[in-house]
């Protein structure tokens, strides 16, 4: 099992940016996939951004062109990094961070981002 905490998240007015982390702790193996997905009030989860262990990434639609997803793989420190640029209140979500690994997949408790004047 893997542990996942999150930080970073807060309020933001309207273009700002905000950087995300997710530090992973407990079974970590070689080959995963982490991530962050968001999730609005009302509306489904929804994937924002991937990361494999060999560096290959992928975006929704929503964050592509604004949001940079990143990681530190040094020993010790499998963290991974979310920053969003240019946000816009339809960004305000709870973000939740994802690891996956051999058909396990673990989730963290979430961090509040609100995009507000």
């Known amino acids: 099992q893997v542990q996942l905490v999150e930080s970073g998240g807060g309020l933001v007015q309207p273009g700002g940016s905000l950087r995300l982390s997710c530090a992973a702790s407990?079974?970590?193996?070689?080959?995963?996939?982490m991530g962050w997905y968001r999730q609005a009030p009302g509306k489904q989860r929804e994937l924002v951004a991937t990361i494999t262990s060999g560096g290959t990434t992928n975006y929704g639609d929503s964050a592509k062109g604004r949001f940079t997803i990143s990681r530190d793989n040094a020993k010790n420190k499998n963290t991974v990094y979310l920053q969003m640029n240019s946000l816009k209140p339809e960004d305000t979500a709870v973000y939740y961070c994802n690891h996956k690994a051999f058909g396990f997949s673990d989730w963290g408790q979430g961090t509040q981002v609100t995009v507000s004047s």
């Open positions: 407990g079974t970590i193996y070689s080959t995963y996939t």
